[in-house]
């Protein structure tokens, strides 16, 4: 059975384009301004960046690497006395805004909104993936994002129900990883469909995980933070990390990266 392909919200390959001077607007936004206003919809609401197909990326260094990596940046908003850093169109924030919108106690003095491109991965030219099946916390997502990359895997699918990838939390969590590796959203069956075999997370059954095959097209399944993944989930086989103490199990991100970094030693 053909694997569907799956949509994604990420940037386009093709090479970034040199930076622009950038243009701040000599009028200062205050918090009711419309622009002001969307920015705070896109910092709080899922449904907003959904509809918009944007998000709000924080700070200098994120916003930098969003550019590098060919992410389309629509407009900087900066606090009084501010440089930007993307190039291209910039507002400036009245005083006291900024505190208003952001999404930290702390803010920092650049936010940006960012396109989110509609492209397409097929899960049929896939070998490496890790997918997370209802995953609930940001900072999770954001440390498995993080720890994919720099393990060398080839995408992150989230299963329906999941946190939104474009959430601040992930954004800062994932340290700029959300702009290399690409999320999709799809079905266990789907993964399955596509011919990866998937091996399931566990914190009491299966192989230990130093003795999996990790050969071939496969995916490393996590489940949510609080259940796991259910006995019944659509996986071909199980993997254990043993561990000693009291502690049931490790935190999903710690064994995402554990087991992420044991498979691309095999590989």
């Given at each position: 059975?053909r694997?569907p392909?799956?949509?994604?919200?990420r940037r386009?390959w093709r090479r970034?384009?040199?930076r622009?001077?950038?243009y701040v607007?000599?009028?200062?936004?205050a918090?009711n301004?419309p622009?002001v206003?969307r920015l705070?919809?896109?910092l709080?609401r899922?449904?907003?960046?959904?509809?918009e197909?944007a998000?709000v990326?924080e700070?200098?260094v994120l916003?930098l690497?969003a550019?590098?990596?060919g992410w389309t940046i629509e407009?900087?908003?900066?606090?009084?006395?501010?440089e930007?850093?993307?190039?291209?169109?910039a507002?400036?924030l009245?005083?006291?805004v900024?505190?208003?919108?952001a999404?930290t106690?702390r803010?920092?003095p650049?936010?940006?909104?960012v396109?989110?491109p509609?492209?397409t991965?097929s899960l049929?030219r896939?070998s490496?993936?890790?997918v997370?099946d209802?995953?609930?916390?940001p900072?999770n997502?954001g440390?498995?994002?993080?720890?994919?990359?720099?393990a060398g895997v080839?995408a992150?699918v989230?299963t329906p129900?999941?946190?939104?990838?474009f959430?601040p939390?992930?954004?800062?969590a994932?340290?700029?990883?959300?702009?290399?590796?690409?999320?999709?959203t799809?079905?266990?069956?789907e993964?399955?469909?596509a011919?990866?075999?998937?091996?399931?997370?566990?914190?009491?059954?299966g192989?230990r995980?130093?003795?999996?095959?990790?050969?071939?097209?496969l995916a490393?399944?996590l489940?949510?933070?609080?259940?796991?993944?259910?006995d019944?989930?659509?996986?071909d086989?199980w993997?254990?990390?043993?561990h000693?103490g009291?502690t049931e199990?490790l935190?999903?991100?710690?064994?995402?990266?554990i087991?992420?970094?044991e498979?691309?030693?095999?590989?």
């Amino acid at each position: 059975m053909r694997s569907p392909t799956l949509r994604r919200s990420r940037r386009s390959w093709r090479r970034p384009r040199q930076r622009s001077e950038s243009y701040v607007l000599s009028e200062q936004l205050a918090f009711n301004n419309p622009k002001v206003q969307r920015l705070r919809r896109l910092l709080g609401r899922r449904s907003s960046r959904s509809d918009e197909g944007a998000f709000v990326v924080e700070g200098r260094v994120l916003i930098l690497e969003a550019a590098r990596a060919g992410w389309t940046i629509e407009a900087e908003f900066l606090a009084a006395g501010a440089e930007s850093v993307a190039g291209g169109t910039a507002f400036e924030l009245a005083e006291g805004v900024l505190d208003r919108v952001a999404s930290t106690q702390r803010p920092q003095p650049n936010l940006a909104v960012v396109a989110m491109p509609s492209t397409t991965v097929s899960l049929e030219r896939l070998s490496f993936v890790l997918v997370a099946d209802q995953l609930s916390d940001p900072g999770n997502l954001g440390t498995i994002l993080r720890s994919s990359e720099a393990a060398g895997v080839d995408a992150v699918v989230l299963t329906p129900g999941s946190v939104d990838p474009f959430n601040p939390k992930v954004i800062r969590a994932s340290a700029g990883a959300v702009f290399h590796v690409p999320v999709v959203t799809g079905t266990l069956d789907e993964v399955g469909h596509a011919g990866i075999r998937r091996i399931g997370a566990s914190s009491h059954r299966g192989a230990r995980h130093t003795d999996v095959d990790w050969i071939g097209r496969l995916a490393i399944v996590l489940g949510n933070e609080a259940h796991g993944l259910a006995d019944d989930s659509a996986v071909d086989e199980w993997v254990r990390i043993e561990h000693r103490g009291r502690t049931e199990s490790l935190n999903v991100a710690m064994a995402g990266t554990i087991l992420a970094f044991e498979a691309a030693r095999h590989r």
